[in-house]
């Protein structure tokens, strides 16, 4: 059984009277341990695909499932009160004091759920998997992009999910600091068995990933190569067979 399934996936806005197309009948399925990414040009799709892959946001038609288990069963709307259990997302927020150490602001999401020195414990354990440990004592202005942006990882895996989402977890980042993060991403799918899936907007970054998906006016191409040991997805031409 997949991890993740998408099957037959639509989600369409209007913006005036013009219908804009985001996704078209996507279809995937993503094993446990898998790291995934898509990529595609501004508008593709790419932020619509991982909220439907959150359940933050429900398809128009299709059907969306973790573990086998629906998220929208009989088209119901999205839950209310965040994610659903088992899946992790990387927000982009900065702490809303800024005195507030690392090891808070990755702990607040288990606050409800757990005492405060257990989500203590806890986040330091993720802070230590995205190789940030030695910052949880530290304050969010004294951070580089990429230390902020494996911190805000650590808050998405501190509830330990069984499948984590990012929306350009590269952006902003040098060329060495965006392959501190994906390759820290790849480490943490082979040695947890968590499932990824981030969106990149070019194709260097993605040959850390296992696989790769072309996501183009709201269609998933089909796989056509191999490069460096990472399926990848490209476009088919126009005189190719669908």
Known sequence: MPLLSLDG??????????EIVALDRVSFELEQGEFAAIFGQRAAGKSTLLRIAAGLEA?????????????????????????PRGIGWMQRSEPLIA????????????????????A??????????????????AAWGGM??????????ARA???????????????????????VVLGLLRRVTETSGVTALITVPDVPDLLRSHRVM???????????RHDRGAVIDFPRSRNESA
């Open 9 to 18: 996936v639509c989600r369409t806005y209007w913006r005036g009277r013009h």
């Open 59 to 83: 398809p128009d038609s299709g059907t969306v499932a973790l573990s086998g288990r629906e998220l929208f069963p009989g088209g119901r709307r999205p839950r209310l009160g965040g994610l």
């Open 99 to 118: 005195s507030m150490t690392m090891l808070d602001y990755v702990g607040m999401p288990l606050l409800e759920e757990v005492s405060h020195r257990e």
């Open 120 to 137: 203590q414990q806890r986040a330091a354990r993720a802070l230590d998997r995205m190789a940030v440990g030695h910052l949880a004592d």
């Open 144 to 153: 580089s992009d990429a230390e902020r942006m494996l911190t805000m990882l």
């Open 157 to 179: 895996v501190v509830r330990e999910p069984v499948l984590l989402l990012a929306d350009d977890p590269t952006a902003g980042l040098d060329t060495r600091e965006r392959e």
């Open 214 to 224: 072309s996501l183009s006016a709201g269609e998933l191409m089909q796989p056509t």
